[in-house]
T-cell receptor
C-alpha cells in the first residue's frame, strides 16, 4: 500500500482565493512527521510546513496551514489568498520514527493559480 | 554557496556508459540523501548517509547504482552501464541530522538523459 497518497494530480484556483491540497498517509508507527514541499518549475524543492504526530495544534506558516486529522490519517495543506507565484507542484511527505532517515513522498499535486 | 549544490545540472549519455553525479551539501549538515524523480512523478528514495554510520542503501534499484560520501561532505552517485529507464532527475538533499522534524534542503537536481 502507498504510504502517502495525493489524489489530486492537478488543481486550479483563482488568485486571492484559498485552496486545499489533499494528503492521506498510512503508517503503524505512532511517532512520525509530516511535511509539505513546493517544487516550482525551476525544480528546486522548498520546505513549506511541518506537523508532528504528537502536535496538538495544526501547524501554520504564514499563508500555509496544515489541516491535520490524525484519526483519518490526513494532512491537507491549505493555502490562503493564493498568488500567481504559488503555481507549482506540491508534495506531501512523511518521516517515521522507525526510519527517520527515509522520507516517503506522494506523487504530488500540480497547482495552477489563475489571474 | 549557502545551499545544496549539484553537478552537472544536465547530463546526456549513451546507453551502457557510466555516469557520476555530484552533490555538495550544506556545510555542517550531517545527513545527505539521494532521490530520483521521474517525469511528473513523486520522489523515489535511493540512499541516505548519516554521519559516519553505514548508509541506508535500501532504495537503490539495482547493483548498477552506488554512492559514496567522502569526509562526511561531498557525495557521488554512480550509475554503471546506464539504461534508458535510468533517465530521470536525480535530487540530492541534506539536513542537519536525521530526526522526525528535520526538513530537507534540496539541490536543483541533475537531469540525466540516457539515449
Amino acid at each position: 500500500a502507498q504510504k502517502i497518497t495525493q489524489t489530486q494530480p492537478g488543481m486550479f484556483v483563482q488568485e486571492k482565493e484559498a485552496v486545499t491540497l489533499d494528503c492521506t498517509y498510512d503508517t503503524s508507527d505512532p511517532s512520525y512527521g509530516l511535511f509539505w514541499y513546493k517544487q516550482p518549475s525551476s525544480g528546486e524543492m522548498i520546505f513549506l510546513i511541518y506537523q508532528g504526530s504528537y502536535d496538538q495544534q495544526n501547524a501554520t506558516e504564514g499563508r500555509y496551514s496544515l489541516n491535520f486529522q490524525k484519526a483519518r490519517k490526513s494532512a491537507n495543506l491549505v493555502i490562503s489568498a493564493s498568488q500567481l507565484g504559488d503555481s507549482a507542484m506540491y508534495f506531501c511527505a512523511m518521516r517515521e520514527n522507525t526510519n527517520a532517515g527515509k522520507s516517503t513522498f506522494g506523487d504530488g499535486t500540480t497547482l495552477t493559480v489563475k489571474p | 554557496g549557502a545551499g545544496v549544490s549539484q553537478s552537472p545540472s544536465n547530463k546526456v549519455t549513451e546507453k551502457g556508459k557510466d555516469v557520476e553525479l555530484r552533490c555538495d551539501p550544506i556545510s555542517g549538515h550531517t545527513a545527505l540523501y539521494w532521490y530520483r524523480q521521474s517525469l511528473g512523478q513523486g520522489l523515489e528514495f535511493l540512499i541516505y548517509f548519516q554521519g559516519n554510520s553505514a548508509p541506508d542503501k535500501s532504495g537503490l534499484p539495482s547493483d548498477r547504482f552506488s554512492a559514496e560520501r567522502t569526509g562526511g561532505s561531498v557525495s557521488t552517485l554512480t550509475i554503471q552501464r546506464t539504461q534508458q529507464e535510468d533517465s530521470a532527475v536525480y535530487l540530492c538533499a541534506s539536513s542537519l541530522v536525521t530526526s522526525l522534524n528535520e526538513k530537507l534542503f534540496f539541490g536543483s537536481g541533475t537531469q540525466l538523459s540516457v539515449l
